[in-house]
């Protein structure tokens, strides 16, 4: 295995085991808030489990003793009662039976509400990851390094917090076994405590090094994790899976999926068999120290010192204690590991966020409209991507962008959208600054449809009901919206209207043509009836031509009152808008109406009349 580069995140393991019970209250605060009655239930069982083993052992002496006490004074009486001389010791055998009984329904129990718990406490923590991607921001989301926390705590750290109660509550059972076991062995010598941690603590410190080393493993490679997740997805989606067959990207892309996995298994391998093989060894020692015991006892047993019964149980004592302690080192190493693979959860759940101070639902100067005021926007540790960009957009008129891609267009929707916050400058909408709005009131005055929208695999109505959650449901809000983007001519012709399932990852799933998904997303951004900012970024560049007039002629009815922005490529929709936005590169190097851009003959002239020869 290559070596591990150093990750201030996975402490050593000395340092690791003296905090081994940081994340162990965290984890047991999740049980105790996801259910209590099973948290004192498991808590109920471990100390039934913990004692009675014990208990169970003293009873067994009793037992034998009382066997060969029974032998004794039948073989000596003249007249024997075989019962009546057997009552005792067949009281304490079905008090031992009992005991026994006590035991098993306390592992049963123990057992069941470990696996409710881990259905309830590994949807709780899942809930709580997606919770807090609700508040991240989009430039969060789309840093690299946020994705391989987010990889790591969503497989390990949902199923981490239940095996970390577990082993906490298997650790006070075993601790309570040791402590009554304990109690009988240090009547027979307290050295006897000794050879028992010497037999243990060896693959106990063994285990602890490995695990470290598995977790510092798992951290390194999250990135080839989350490519193996990629390649995954691309080949067995139906939204890439035509262009892979297209290009026969399959042998190449299946291929790379295999070295990934192949050289995440050779390091695997090296770790499991060094720590498997270690294990054996120091393993071996526990043995030979517990067969040590075993002489020990039967050379007291036959020097006198010890009863048959004593023999018997502290035999059991030995095989049992050794067993709890090393469950319970077993259980302090595998504490660590979850600890640290835990430390992912956390680390991502703390993850800070940007405060949303905004609190106002209007502005000081209702009826100005938006402006921006001097923005400029660059990624962190990067270039302006929006450079002194300054403009107004009225009430009732309406602005549109042009510009090759990449040049900013699609960037400065998102600052309006207040997904990204602006670098330098100010944003202004109704005269107060857009960081003092609301989220929730500044984004529903907007409906937007960007170029990349989502297709949802879901029914028709709630495809177009996502773009108002307040209105999901409402049937008659989809048709109007439907209408007004035009989509409701093809939805009254799928077999089951509104609810026809879209997609085929579902079954009876329907797919959609480019053109049709796109007038989904225009009705969508129809939805907000409140919505006085309508945003369209490439909507009908999949729509022929006929559709596309007919978009935009119930497009300009829709937005008479309404400041409306367009994004296109084609000047057949933007020559009407009263204002022409030329971008390059993140600054505006050009604005007027159509004939007033012609008549500069600058940029947007010539690709204007660049796109007209095409017709020609």
């Known amino acids: 295995m290559p070596p591990l580069p150093s990750d201030t995140a996975s402490p050593s393991p000395l340092s690791g085991l003296f905090s081994v019970f940081r994340y162990s209250r965290r984890a047991l605060a999740l049980v105790w808030e996801t259910s209590r009655w099973m948290m004192l239930g498991l808590a109920l069982c471990t100390l039934v489990a913990g004692v009675l083993p014990a208990v169970a052992a003293w009873v067994g002496q009793l037992i034998v003793d009382g066997v060969v006490a029974a032998m004794e004074s039948y073989q000596a009486a003249s007249s024997p009662n075989l019962w009546e001389t057997l009552t005792p010791v067949l009281g304490l055998v079905a008090l031992e039976g009992l005991i026994i009984a006590f035991i098993a329904l ?66 006070l059972q075993n601790a309570i076994s040791l402590a009554s076991f304990g109690f009988l062995l240090v009547q027979f010598s307290p050295w006897a405590l000794l050879i028992l941690v010497v037999g243990a603590l060896p693959v106990f410190l063994s285990e602890a090094k490995f695990s470290g080393d598995a977790f510092r493993l798992f951290r390194w490679r999250s990135p080839q994790t989350r490519m193996q997740i990629y390649l995954e997805t691309v080949l067995a989606r139906e939204d890439s899976i035509k262009e892979v067959k297209l290009f026969g990207l399959e042998g190449l892309f299946l291929q790379r999926y295999r070295d990934i996995f192949t050289k995440l298994f050779a390091e695997d391998r090296r770790l499991t068999l060094r720590r498997e093989g270690w294990g054996f060894i120091l393993g071996l020692l526990g043995t030979l120290t517990f067969y040590a015991a075993y ?27 050794q067993s709890a302690l090393s469950a319970s080192l077993t259980a302090i ?96 909408l109704d005269g107060s600054d857009l960081k003092h709005w609301d989220t929730q009131a500044l984004r529903m005055r907007v409906g937007v449809i960007f170029q990349d929208f989502v297709r949802y695999q879901l029914s028709v109505g709630e495809n177009l009901g996502v773009g108002d959650t307040q209105a999901f449901d409402d049937q008659e809000r989809w048709q109007q919206a439907a209408h007004d983007g035009m989509a409701d001519s093809f939805i009254d012709r799928m077999p089951h209207g509104y609810q026809t399932q879209l997609g085929r990852w579902f079954k009876n799933g329907q797919e959609l043509s480019g053109g049709q998904w796109q007038k989904v997303a225009l009705s969508r951004a129809y939805m907000r009836h409140n919505a006085d900012i ?12 006929a559709a596309e007039a007919e978009v935009f002629a119930r497009f300009r009815e829709h937005s008479r009152d309404k400041m409306t922005i367009l994004i296109s490529h084609r000047f057949s929709t933007v020559r009407s808008a009263d204002q022409i936005i030329v971008i390059d590169q993140g600054s505006i190097i050009e604005r007027g109406t159509h004939e007033e851009l012609l008549t500069y003959n600058g940029r947007y002239a010539s690709l204007f009349h660049l796109q007209a020869e095409g017709y020609q």
């Open 534 to 545: 309508l945003v369209l970024d490439e909507p009908t560049a999949a729509m022929d031509a």
């Open 295 to 321: 002489a020990w006892v039967v050379i007291e047993t036959v020097a006198g010192a010890l009863t048959l019964g004593q023999m018997t149980m502290y035999l059991m004592v030995f095989k049992q204690g």
């Open 106 to 171: 306390a592992q049963r129990g123990l057992s069941a509400q470990q696996s409710l718990l881990r259905a309830l406490l590994g949807q709780k923590v899942n809930v709580m990851i997606l919770e807090k991607a609700g508040t991240l921001s989009l430039s969060q989301f789309e840093d690299s390094e946020l994705y391989d926390q987010l990889t790591r705590a969503r497989r390990e750290a949902s199923t981490r917090p239940l095996a970390l109660v577990n082993k906490t509550f298997g650790l």
């Open 333 to 428: 190493s595998g504490m660590y590991e979850d600890n640290l693979y835990l430390s992912n959860l956390y680390e991502y759940l703390e993850q800070p966020t940007e405060g949303e101070e905004g609190h106002l639902t209007k502005g000081i100067a209702p009826g100005d409209g938006l402006r921006f005021e001097h923005v400029s926007f660059a990624y962190p540790g990067g270039s302006d991507v929006l450079h002194n960009i300054s403009l107004h957009l009225a009430p009732g008129k309406s602005i549109a962008l042009v510009g090759e891609n990449g040049s900013g267009k699609t960037t400065l929707i998102k600052l309006l959208t207040r997904l990204y916050h602006p670098t330098k400058g100010r944003i202004l």
